[in-house]
């Protein structure tokens, strides 16, 4: 296998006559060039250049190896081109990887706008409980909820977000018959694999010790609307659903910020940027939202 580095030392003494012109241009050791051209000479099993006193002339095979080159070379410059072309343009495959719940009750509204805005960019939302690894190229962008700042890695570049702030809600049905003295009992309604937050209370309810028990986000959400107890959600889903209201009597509870996260060479392409500017100003609009800031609560 030809090393495309030996091709372009071997150039370089062509076009400029000499091993020291064509180390000069290069910006190398002469004895750089010379051994990159031993290298190439030993792979093709033939001197590609005559050693005179006047400078380094071209052999037969040399004149053969030249026209080759050039054309690898010119091979090579539109490589580049059309890649760099590509990933500055407005087009090919974006990954962002987010939680569910940011996804379905925040911002997917936003993902929208933007795949009308640019209908060719093609968008894949990886919505789950996993962390993608945007090193190994799992993502192109990841959106995530950090409360301290020294666990982000430190080999993503990192754009903070607002803070997210998170209540205890149940459904406004429930409260007002809570209200009027209905003795159904009230529950906890937790994800089975978190149970109830140590900084989450019932504030002026009573509350079962049976709480009852889902395994995922939606499934919880959906407990809650249908009036089988209280439990804790982000503001921005809590307070925008207009089924729920704020337990009385709790505190709100800071979750963490929210961070945009990209590796080093991906932030670089412009699709990866048009979209965590978008999504950053998107984030700052909802700002109170996120701080439990935007509604009145009964």
């Known amino acids: 296998m030809i090393d495309w580095d030996d091709v372009r030392y071997f150039l370089a003494v062509a076009r400029a006559g ?3 012109a064509g180390a000069e241009g290069l910006g190398v050791y002469h004895s750089t060039v010379l051994r990159r051209i031993a290298q190439l000479e030993d792979r093709l099993g033939a001197e590609m250049f005559e050693k005179l006193p006047s400078g380094y002339r071209l052999t037969a095979a040399g004149e053969e190896v030249l026209e080759l080159a050039n054309q690898m070379e010119a091979s ?4 580049e081109t059309r890649v760099f072309g590509r990933d500055q343009s407005v087009r090919g495959l ?28 093609e968008m894949d939302i990886l919505s789950s409980g996993e962390l993608a690894n945007l090193t190994n190229r799992e993502a192109d962008v990841a959106i995530r909820v950090v409360y301290d700042r020294k666990n982000l890695p430190l080999n993503l570049h990192a754009l903070k977000g607002p803070e997210v702030f998170g209540g205890v809600y149940m459904a406004r049905d429930h409260l ?19 149970g109830i937050p140590d900084w989450a209370g019932p504030g002026e309810i009573r509350t079962t010790e ?17 009036g089988l107890g209280i439990t804790t959600l ?7 659903d207009p089924m729920l209201v704020r337990v009385p009597g709790t505190d709100l509870h800071l979750y ?32 109170p939202l996120l701080a439990g800031l935007s509604l009145s609560q009964d």
């Open 210 to 226: 049976i709480p009852f028990r889902t395994t995922d986000a939606e499934a919880q959400i959906v407990a809650v609307r249908q």
């Open 76 to 79: 090579s410059h539109q490589l």
């Open 256 to 287: 963490g910020a929210l961070w945009l996260l990209t590796h080093g060479e991906t932030r670089k392409t412009k699709r990866v940027r048009l979209f965590t500017e978008f999504v950053s100003r998107r984030l700052a609009a909802y700002a």
């Open 176 to 194: 007002a018959a809570w209200r009027a003295g209905a003795a159904d009992p009230v529950r906890w309604i937790v994800i089975s694999t978190h």
């Open 234 to 240: 982000p503001c921005f889903a809590g307070d925008a």
């Open 94 to 121: 974006l990954r962002v990887t987010l939680a569910p719940t940011l996804a379905t009750h925040l911002l997917m509204p936003d993902f929208t706008d933007f795949a009308r805005q640019h209908p060719d960019i």
């Open 18 to 20: 000499s091993l020291r």
